[in-house]
């Protein structure tokens, strides 16, 4: 009771309304993946996270670092001769036969679409040589970016040993290949149509099933093998927000990566925001410290560090 008469009597009305839509904030949901992690890219702050650094089979969001390296390194009107390799890779594909022709722009589509191994091996052996030459270059790029617990042993993410990777990682991938915009426009396409060089046409639905289910998903990857269970790297973005959700080890990756992004959009609500200005009178931020949960304090920490920035990411 006295706690309240504080809060009313420290309070204008339009502040105490924001700070009880703040208190009754959502709890971080239930999750089945064995890791994963939710970023705020927008505000640049992880909401919420768990084992986001374990090593974890990362399956087909592996072919984000073939895409990049694709991208950095050839021309999308390069012409590419399938290879017999290329022809017998297997398992998620789209049919690529030995001796055909193949612009790389039509075969990075087929990656990040449909998420096709043949045209993942095809396009590393352009690019690197042979595989084990692209291998060196993804690992090399890894090392890079900073992604300290990722290993590559393949360019497509099928099952071998030393490849693993970690959500933090895959995030860091992801805001990386989400810079490049042919990669972007790619990610958030909801169907391919590739064109061989003799005219052969294959069709193709995106893996990603959560470019018809969240509201703004624009990407990025998904990926499945037994061992790695159900994986996505997924992307959205409402009203300014951006947020992104990696999801390892899930027995159903759209359901966590879909509930994670929905709890992202629920916090660094309005009402948040306009709690900000009350840290800076001691009394005020005392009260707040008193009234909240400590997740909810350390968003306002956050936010209130980016005001004194140059420019706040909501203005």
């Known amino acids: ?164 990777g970690s959500a933090a990682d895959l995030l860091a991938l992801a805001r990386t290949v989400m810079s490049r915009p042919e990669l972007a426009r790619l990610a958030a396409q909801p169907t391919g149509e590739m064109i061989s060089q003799d005219g052969r046409v294959v069709d193709g639905e995106s893996t990603n099933e959560l470019l018809d289910i969240v509201d703004g998903a624009f990407g990025v990857k998904t990926g499945w093998t037994t061992r790695a269970g159900d994986v996505i790297v997924a992307g959205a973005e409402r009203d300014g927000r951006r947020l992104y959700a990696v999801v390892l080890g899930s027995r159903d990756a759209n359901r966590d990566a879909t509930a994670l992004l929905e709890h992202g959009f629920a916090v660094f609500t309005p009402a948040e925001r306009r709690l900000v200005p009350l840290m800076e009178d001691p009394d005020d931020a005392e009260v707040l410290r008193s009234s909240l949960p400590a997740a909810t304090l350390a968003r306002l920490a956050h936010l209130r560090g980016l005001a004194k920035r140059e420019e706040a990411p909501w203005e």
Request: zero cysteines.
């Open 1 to 164: 009771m006295l706690l309240l008469l504080i809060l009313a009597l420290a309070f204008p009305p339009t502040m105490q309304r924001a700070l009880d839509e703040v208190s009754e904030g959502p709890p971080v949901p239930t999750v089945s993946a064995e890791s994963w992690l939710l970023y705020d890219d927008t505000f640049d702050f992880e909401i919420a996270s768990h084992r986001a650094t374990a090593p974890a089979s990362i399956a087909s969001t592996t072919k984000m670092m073939t895409a990049l390296l694709v991208v950095d390194h050839a021309e999308m009107d390069e012409v590419v001769t399938i290879s017999r390799r290329a022809e017998a890779t297997g398992h998620k594909q789209i049919y690529l036969r030995a001796g055909e022709e193949w612009t790389v722009g039509e075969l990075l589509e087929a990656v990040m679409v449909v998420s096709a191994n043949d045209a993942a091996v095809a396009l590393a052996e352009h690019v690197g040589g042979d595989v084990a030459g692209f291998v060196e270059l993804m690992n090399d790029e890894a090392a890079a970016l900073g992604l300290t617990g990722t290993s590559f042993a393949n360019p497509h993410g099928l099952e071998a040993r030393g490849h693993h």
